[in-house]
Structures are given as structure tokens and as C-alpha cells.
């Protein structure tokens, strides 16, 4: 994160960087990524990483979007393992196993009761 932000300093980006411009720059990058797969089979996809110029791309692609995410995370001042675990944990309990298992049917909406 120290570099990133670094980086981002050394070129006076920060001015750039606010959570609107960050944001959308993040879901650019996930179009890209998203361009490298658009058109393959599901079977291709699985596969893309064997084809050395493919692999280059989406390797490239996911590098941006993880520079971006964590850029954003760190400009909101959220760490973003954090988040990942507190939103898995959410996941659990919406999708328990019993319920889940080798379905993909969205959760009902979480009760806010709780």
C-alpha cells in the first residue's frame, strides 16, 4: 500500500484520486479484463492462462484492477482484508452450506432485524 500511495505522491495524483474518479476508473479496468474474456466458451475461459499472450493480457488486466481496488481502499481509509472477511462471513450466513450447496440462487435479502 506504502508504494502505491508512493507512487501516486511522487506524480501529485492524489488530487486525482478522489473515490468518484477511483471508482470509476476501477470499473473501467474491470471492462477490460472483462473484454479479455468476453467472447470465450466457458471451457476457453477456464483454459485462458495456457495461451501465453492471453495470459499476458488478463494477468495485466487483473494487475489494474487490484491497483485501482486498492487504491480506493486506501483513499476511503478501508483495509480491504477486512472487508473481504467481514463480507465473507456475510456470505456464510446468507448461503449456509444446507441451503447453498450446488445451487446459485441469490439469498433472500438480509434481515435487518439482526
Known amino acids: 500500500m506504502h508504494r502505491l500511495r508512493r507512487f501516486a505522491d511522487e506524480r501529485d495524483w492524489q488530487q486525482f484520486h478522489t ?8 470499473a473501467g479496468e474491470v471492462g477490460e479484463l472483462v473484454a479479455e474474456l468476453q467472447w470465450l466458451t466457458p471451457e476457453e475461459s477456464a ?3 495456457a495461451d501465453p499472450d492471453h495470459a499476458a493480457r488478463v494477468r495485466a488486466e487483473i ?12 483513499v476511503l481509509g478501508i483495509d480491504l482484508l477486512t472487508a473481504a472477511t467481514d ?7 446468507r448461503y449456509p452450506v ?6 446459485s440462487a441469490k ?8
Do not use: H, Q, T
Open 63 to 74: 494487475g489494474d484492477v487490484m491497483i485501482y481496488l486498492a487504491r480506493l481502499g486506501d
Open 98 to 103: 444446507e441451503r447453498s450447496f450446488g445451487s
Open 47 to 49: 483454459r485462458v492462462m
Open 19 to 26: 473515490p468518484k474518479n477511483l471508482a470509476m476508473a476501477l
Open 107 to 114: 439469498a433472500p435479502p438480509a434481515d435487518n432485524a439482526d
Open 87 to 93: 463480507k465473507l462471513s456475510d456470505a456464510a450466513r
